[in-house]
Every structure is written in C-alpha cells, then in structure tokens.
C-alpha cells in the first residue's frame, strides 16, 4: 500500500499481523477524485471509523484535511501511532475504542465520515452506524458518509443515498446529509 498524492505521496505503508482488509490503492484513488470534485480537501475535518492501518487517513492529511482515526485493536492504534512519528504528521487524531462508542460521545462535526466496518458487517449493523451517526448530527451539512462494504450491502434506499461506486471488489456507497 502507497500514499498516492499530497505531501507525503509515494510513501509506502507496509504492516504485518494487524488482520485488516486495507482499500486498494486502485480503489482509494478513485475514490480520492471523487472527493476532490467535492471538496477542497485542504479546509475539510474527516472522521475514519474502523481505521485499520490508517491507509485512508492517511490519504486525507496527506492531502490537507484534519483526520480523526478511530479503531478498536490496539494493534492497529500502535501501527497509526508509529506511521505518525515516522512521517511527522500533524493533523492526524488517532482514538483507540470502539466506533459506536466514539460516536456516542462525540460532539465534533466532520464533512467527511469515512467507515469500513469489518465485512462480516450485517445490513443492520452497517444500518445502525449510519442512524448513529445522523442522530447524533455529527455530519456536517452537505457532508457526505461514505460506507466501504461487500457487494451484499445496499443502501440505495437510505433516503441520503447519493451514489455508488464499485472498484473491482470494493463497494462505496456515498450519503449526502443536505440538512
């Protein structure tokens, strides 16, 4: 896995043991142009649930954006911690807990949300997440929630459904909070 663009592209995220499914760095970049046609990346504060390695935050501060990561192996934590010092990143938060948890106590609003629950996820589960997320009002108006998920998710229904998005195996789905 690479940084693709930004201050610190081209930087190489190598782990081992962590037991994480990262995004593809086919499916990151083309996720990442999307986003730059949305935003400008620069003034955004971004929300990594389920961070695993940091792989999309890292994309994010490489950027410009604030990014706060969140995952619940402290194995994971450690890895962000250690990519953190080595590349000297600044406007990374990294949260050790659960991210039903941290978004039950959290009071920041972010443009972005950014999720890859575990693909064992359930629609339900990823359901629940998603309604967590809106009640507590966490996404900024004209944020956007972007689910990682398996080809069995959908959520073309959710009435913030904005689009979808298949990079090979990996699935996006984009909700768009226009309240």
């Not at 994480?20 to 504060?45: M, W």
């Not at 064992?120 to 944020?143: C, R």
């Not at 229904?157 to 909070?177: A, D, R, S, W």
Request: glycine share 4%; aromatic share 12%; proline share 2%.
């Amino acid at each position: 896995m690479r940084i693709i663009s930004g201050l610190y592209k081209n930087r190489r995220i190598h782990f081992q043991n962590l037991k994480i499914r990262p995004t593809t760095d086919f499916a990151k970049e083309s996720l990442f142009n999307l986003l730059n046609n949305h935003f400008d990346l620069t003034k955004i504060q971004v929300l990594d649930l389920f961070a695993g390695s940091g792989n999309i935050s890292y994309e994010f501060v490489s950027r410009g954006a604030k990014s706060t990561a969140v995952d619940n192996s402290i194995k994971c934590v450690n890895f962000m911690k250690q990519m953190k010092i080595r590349l000297s990143i600044e406007n990374l938060n990294i949260k050790y807990g659960n991210a039903t948890s941290f978004v039950k106590n959290d009071i920041v609003k972010y443009d972005v949300i950014f999720a890859d629950p575990p693909y064992n996820y359930t629609q339900k589960k990823y359901g629940d997440i998603i309604d967590l997320i809106l009640t507590k009002k966490i996404l900024s108006k004209n944020g956007i929630l972007i689910m990682e998920h398996s080809k069995f998710i959908n959520f073309e229904e959710h009435p913030l459904f904005y689009m979808h998005k298949k990079y090979g195996n990996v699935h996006f789905t984009f909700l768009n909070n226009e309240s």
